[in-house]
């Protein structure tokens, strides 16, 4: 979708580094997302946020750390201690209408990790 | 915690035929269901969902069936095309609001010509 942006589009990490991914959306979109993709497997949740200045651990957060300070952005850090941090994340945005009825979420294009 | 399994992992058919793609959930609280496609190195989009109040929902050529006692759900393309060619995720989720999502590990849809 249009309204999300992920940058970089291909970061590469060296050993003991920490780097940090951005997304950004323009949806007005309450929640947002981390996902992280293997190839040939399915995504898997690392963070996800409802509302600015909260977040909640996802499946496999260990490594990983997040802030939401802003409606409209979701950083996500992989420190040094994610040690296998080479796959495909997406971050995905959705609205917020109750507390009984979860919403279609949309990802940005990813940005794929490597170690160097 | 949520465990969604999905089958077949790859699944080729001729153009113009149906394709059917399962999957079932472990935690009978799940109550929203979206189907994903995605094509190579690109972002997932979303084709269809449903949620557990609603039995089968049907967009065009796509359809999904929820089968709530069972804890399944399927995907259903009718006349194949060659652009249907992806690889597709279902994925599930419960409670209501925000939360993530739980995604199978995908079905690469092969369309022969």
Known sequence: ?116 | GENVEQHPSTLSVQEGDSAVIKCTYSDSASNYFPWYKQELGKRPQLIIDIRSNVGEKKDQRIAVTLNKTAKHFSLHITETQPEDSAVYFCAAVKGGGADGLTFGKGTHLIIQP
């Open chain 1, 1 to 116: 979708d249009g309204g999300i942006t992920q940058s970089p589009k291909y970061l590469f990490r060296k050993e003991g580094q920490n780097v940090t991914l951005s997304c950004e959306q323009n949806l007005n979109h309450d929640a947002m997302y981390w996902y992280r993709q293997d190839p040939g497997q399915g995504l898997r949740l690392i963070y996800y946020s409802q509302i600015v200045n909260d977040f909640q651990k996802g499946d496999i957060a260990e490594g990983y750390s997040v802030s939401r300070e802003k409606k409209e952005s979701f950083p996500l850090t992989v420190t040094s201690a994610q040690k296998n941090p080479t796959a495909f994340y997406l971050c995905a945005s959705s609205i917020f209408l109750s507390v009984y009825s979860n919403q279609p979420q949309h990802f940005g294009d990813g940005t794929r990790l490597s170690i160097l």
